[in-house]
């Protein structure tokens, strides 16, 4: 799968191996490729997530129009 998927297109496909490999009607080396794949879907959904977690604090962090100037 490419990077150039969606958050939401990662995290589904991330669900369906999960469930295929909870089936466990795999043969091993299936199994192993699509627990890799899931492994980087997961690490590539966890680094947008805190990239997204680190815009929301920064964005409630800024001063707004009221906190510039003398009152």
Avoid: H, Y
């Avoid at 799968?1 to 969606?6: E, F, N, P």
């Avoid at 939401?8 to 192993?32: F, S």
């Avoid at 890799?36 to 920064?58: D, F, H, K, W």
Wanted: glycine fraction near 12%; proline fraction near 4%; include cysteine.
């Amino acid at each position: 799968m490419a990077k150039t998927l969606s958050f939401e297109k990662r995290l589904e496909r991330v669900r369906e191996i999960t469930a295929l490999l909870e089936g466990g009607e795999l043969p091993l080396e299936q199994g192993v490729k699509l627990f890799q794949e899931g492994v980087r879907l997961s690490r590539e959904c966890s680094a947008e997530l805190e990239q997204a977690r680190v815009i929301v604090e920064n964005a409630g962090q800024e001063p707004g129009p009221e906190a510039g100037g003398d009152a």
